[in-house]
């Protein structure tokens, strides 16, 4: 028994002029997720695949504003998600939501 829980990026549906790459192995994630959540599942093993969303970090804290307020402008309810509601989040995705695998979890309020 075990919980495999990958982080992906919007990316993965949403790619970027000059973000090839970057966006096709944050696309191979979801294949690579649920394949192993059909392979493993048997064995008790689920495997999901969490997007955490743009977030207000040390890594984007160096982003010009006008990148911070064009993501900003593009989530429908007009707020980032922090690290902790996204940790707080895979670990309810560990300990309560003990029937889900394979599965993709958008977290934030952008719709590609």
Known sequence: ???????ASVAAF?????Q?????SKSALEGLVKSLAREWGKEGIRVNLVLPGFMLTEMTAGLRE???????SRHVLGRFNTPEQAAAFILFL???????????????????
Do not use: H, M
């Not at 949403?14 to 000059?18: E, M």
């Not at 090839?20 to 096709?24: G, K, L, N, T, V």
């Not at 006008?66 to 900003?72: D, Q």
């Open 66 to 72: 006008s990148v911070k307020e064009s993501a900003l």
């Open 1 to 7: 028994r075990g919980v495999i829980v990958n982080t």
């Open 20 to 24: 090839a790459a970057y966006a096709a």
């Open 94 to 112: 560990q300990e309560v939501l003990t029937a889900a695998s394979g599965q993709v979890f958008d977290l934030d309020s952008r719709i590609a």
């Open 14 to 18: 949403d790619g970027q002029i000059g």
